[in-house]
């Protein structure tokens, strides 16, 4: 029998992972908050749903992507909400990036009603999920988990279960202030590469080889060089992270200095303007060019 998944949230992640859903073979229902992005879907198999409760009718699996804890919470605990509507034995799967604290309430809502729930957010871009290759980090109850897997594997590269609810959260929001940090030094150095007369490929391929050689290096150089910050992830939705990641500092007692400084940086840019704009995009903001 076809395992049948609601996929609720349809952005530029959201969109290409429903795919590769389909794709393997599972029925689909679909939903997202502007319905012309679930309409192409109805072409490819996919049932287009004019609602949550109805997306959620049937699913053995709810697989949800929308951008914050404000949108989080509405989809998930609003009165006609997946936690609502879903069934007894229903599994959410949550990939959103959000804080700790709103996964954890939302997974003890859905226990309450003999719903699990995972938090499984992803490291990965548009291009990662497109191509199968995202990286699942994943909170919750182990069983729930291994029913997942296969959900998983149409999805991505690689799957870990970091521990209980809350823990896959934490891990992406680590991951992310990484990524920013990187992002903002980046900029600071691509800055004063060119300001200096340097070969920007040379910049690009020596600093791919050095300590701090990485992905970012090799694909955020050119796209700063060529000012091209047409959105891979967005730099607002950096900035979000990085809020989101102080918070969980604040609650350990952990002094996260730099971190601190990257998220001003990011806010500074956001509100210059580039928030829509890919990460890459801080490079305008270092080099005075907005704001």
């Known amino acids: 029998m ?6 609720l949230g349809l952005g530029a992640m ?3 992972m429903a795919d590769n859903l389909l794709a393997a073979g599972f029925a689909l229902r679909v939903w997202n908050r502007t319905p012309a992005r679930a309409h192409a879907f109805a072409t490819r198999g996919a049932t287009v749903c004019a609602s949550v409760a109805e997306a959620v009718q049937g699913a053995a699996f709810v697989v949800s992507m929308v951008a914050d804890d404000e949108a989080a919470r509405a989809l998930m ?40 729930h995972l938090d499984a957010p992803v490291s990965g871009s548009v291009g990662q999920a497109r191509g199968r290759e995202l990286v699942f980090m994943v909170g919750g109850p182990r069983e729930a988990f291994e029913r997942a897997r296969p959900l998983f594997d149409a999805m991505g590269r690689m799957t870990r279960h970091m521990g209980d609810s809350g823990a896959g959260a934490t891990i992406k929001l680590i991951n992310n202030m990484l990524s920013g940090t990187m992002h903002v030094a980046l900029a600071e150095a691509v800055a ?14 020596i600093l791919g080889e050095g300590a701090a050689g990485s992905r970012l ?44 400084l990257v998220r001003s940086q990011l806010q500074a840019a956001r509100r210059a303007g580039l928030g829509e704009q890919d990460a890459s995009a801080i490079f305008d903001y270092t080099d005075g060019r907005a704001g």
């Open 2 to 7: 076809t395992t049948t998944i609601a996929f």
């Open 14 to 16: 959201g969109a290409p």
């Open 77 to 116: 605990l609003g009165p006609d909400g997946v936690v609502a509507a879903a069934a007894p034995g229903t599994t959410i799967v949550d990939s959103s990036t959000l804080s700790p604290a709103m996964t954890r309430e939302v997974a003890r809502a859905a226990r309450e009603r003999g719903i699990d």
């Open 192 to 205: 004063v590469a060119l300001a200096a007369g340097l070969e920007p490929e040379g910049v690009r391929e």
């Open 217 to 260: 290096v090799r694909t955020k150089i050119p796209k700063m060089v060529a000012r091209d910050f047409s959105p891979l992830f967005q730099l607002g939705l950096m900035e979000k992270d990085l809020r989101y990641f102080l918070g969980i500092a604040q609650e350990l007692d952990r002094p996260v200095p730099v971190a601190a």
